[in-house]
């Protein structure tokens, strides 16, 4: 029987056990058995990420929120891993407030270990509901690692955006689809570039060129649709 007691000499087992259990659909003894497996070997980090993922394989709210403590109670043992562990954390759940937590907690905690990409979806977050964060967040990043190529196109992004936000509120919309047009960001595969393309119309909009705006974001957003509500 897959799911019978395992011999205490051989510990890892529980670490197999978790990982049938899961296969077979149980998720619930799945958890119980990483908690055995961890509890035996709390100083194997594959036991550990193995642990963390019994809670993030079910992302609900509370299984996230215990995935982050897991991640928290054992960071002083993985340090190089607890900023990485928890951006992973941050990206399974679908309550947006929650990932932010999270990700600002990342920030806040580990500054070393938060490297630049560890953070970006929490940039693009700003984004979405903060443009001021966003930057300043970009601002910081730079700062701490001018050797960093990715953040100082993500800095002008979010300067970009902030300007043509302003110039559009003031009624100069061709100077802020120059702004946006300025901009030059990465492949829509590895960046966000939803905030331009949306930015970008609501100027034409407010122009009355609204064919014009619809046009261009049929073209975008049918070669690559995305979700507006997703957090990344």
Known sequence: DWSSDVCSSDLPAYDMLANAAEEHGDLALSKEYARKAYEAWPDDEHIWSHYLGAYTSMPTPENIARAEQIVLDAATKFPEEAARMLGYTASRTTDEAQARQIYEMVQEKFPKQAKGYTLIPLFNLYLKSDRAKALELANETVKADPTDKQWPPLKAYAQALTDADALIAKGEFDKALTTLDGVKLPSRRTMDHRWLDL??????????????????????????????????
Do not use: C, H, I, M
């Open 199 to 232: 930015t970008r119309a609501q100027a034409l909009v407010a122009q009355g060129k609204v064919d014009t705006a619809y046009a261009n974001l049929l073209k975008e957003f049918a070669e690559a649709p995305v979700d507006l509500d997703r957090k990344s």
